[in-house]
């Protein structure tokens, strides 16, 4: 797996995780986790794929609702996963169309709809590291 991957991957080997699982303990550990910190994360990786970070702006702000200064107060309050997305203005009504495995987990079977948007959204940045074309990871 390549450094950054999955900015979750990083966290759970970065607090020692023995082994992750799917389970209410883990996912309140993730939600605590600071978007303002993952979206760093984002940014690294997606730049090391000669990607930007007005594309991450761009999947992020279209899967979750927020203009641009809603998005960038986030980042300075330094609010944490579940707060990032419980404040969303609206999930975009195309997110059930992201599909596939993140970090070891079919998108569309998890059950925790909080932990679904995580994903959803760990998925668009991995699509555009992987040099996907916007139009294709935002659903058009």
Same mark, same amino acid.
């Given at each position: 797996?390549?450094?950054?991957?999955c900015?979750?991957?990083?966290?759970?080997?970065?607090?020692?995780?023995?082994?992750?699982? $799917?389970?209410?303990?883990?996912?309140?550990? @993730?939600?605590?986790?600071?978007?303002?910190?993952?979206?760093?994360?984002?940014?690294?990786?997606?730049?090391?794929?000669?990607?930007?970070?007005?594309?991450?702006?761009?999947? &992020?702000?279209? #899967?979750?609702?927020?203009?641009?200064?809603?998005?960038?107060?986030? &980042?300075?309050?330094?609010?944490? #996963?579940?707060?990032?997305?419980?404040?969303?203005?609206?999930?975009?009504?195309?997110?059930?169309? @992201?599909t596939?495995?993140?970090?070891?987990?079919? &998108?569309?079977?998890?059950?925790?709809? #909080?932990?679904?948007?995580?994903?959803? $959204?760990?998925?668009?940045?991995?699509?555009?590291?992987?040099?996907?074309? $916007?139009?294709? @990871?935002?659903?058009?």
């Open positions: 797996m390549q450094l950054f991957d900015a979750i991957f990083f966290y759970q080997k970065f607090y020692n995780f023995k082994e992750y699982k $799917m389970n209410q303990m883990n996912n309140t550990k @993730i939600y605590q986790y600071s978007f303002a910190s993952i979206y760093r994360l984002y940014v690294e990786k997606v730049e090391k794929k000669g990607r930007t970070a007005d594309e991450v702006d761009t999947v &992020i702000l279209w #899967l979750t609702g927020y203009d641009e200064k809603q998005f960038r107060e986030q &980042i300075d309050k330094k609010a944490d #996963l579940e707060t990032f997305f419980t404040e969303a203005p609206k999930l975009n009504p195309n997110a059930s169309k @992201i596939g495995v993140i970090c070891g987990y079919r &998108i569309e079977d998890i059950e925790d709809p #909080l932990m679904q948007k995580i994903r959803y $959204m760990d998925k668009l940045v991995d699509e555009l590291a992987k040099g996907r074309k $916007m139009e294709k @990871i935002l659903r058009e």
